[in-house]
């Protein structure tokens, strides 16, 4: 079971699928948010209890899954992941609804 993802993962520049589901991660070390070729991030069912703003500097992230953590919100700055679709992202609705209108209509525009 992995609990810390060291910060070194942000050296690995052409990173594209990082996949640490059912684990006991309890944080995203911010040097991840630096992975910028980053498609697609599974970190379900773990222990995450927030998620950095700095997830919006993935603008080509396609594919979120969150579902079975501990969060209990989503950082506004998911809109800035423009090739991110509610179909892409996997979290519990009740933690879908709390991003703002906004964000939620963007993500359910096809």
Sequence with gaps: ???????EVGVLQNLQYFA???????TLPDEL???????TLMVGH?????LSPRLGNLS???????????LEALPPQ??????????GLVVE??????LPTDIRERLESE
């Design 20 to 26: 640490i589901s059912s684990n006991s991660v309890e």
């Design 93 to 98: 609705s009740t933690l879908y609804e709390t």
């Design 1 to 7: 079971i992995i609990q810390v993802i060291p910060p």
């Design 78 to 87: 998911i809109g800035r992941c423009q090739a991110l679709k509610r179909s």
């Design 33 to 39: 948010f630096f992975c910028k070729k980053l498609k």
């Design 46 to 50: 773990n222990k995450l209890s927030t």
């Design 60 to 70: 080509l992230l396609s594919k979120l899954e969150l579902k079975g953590n501990r």
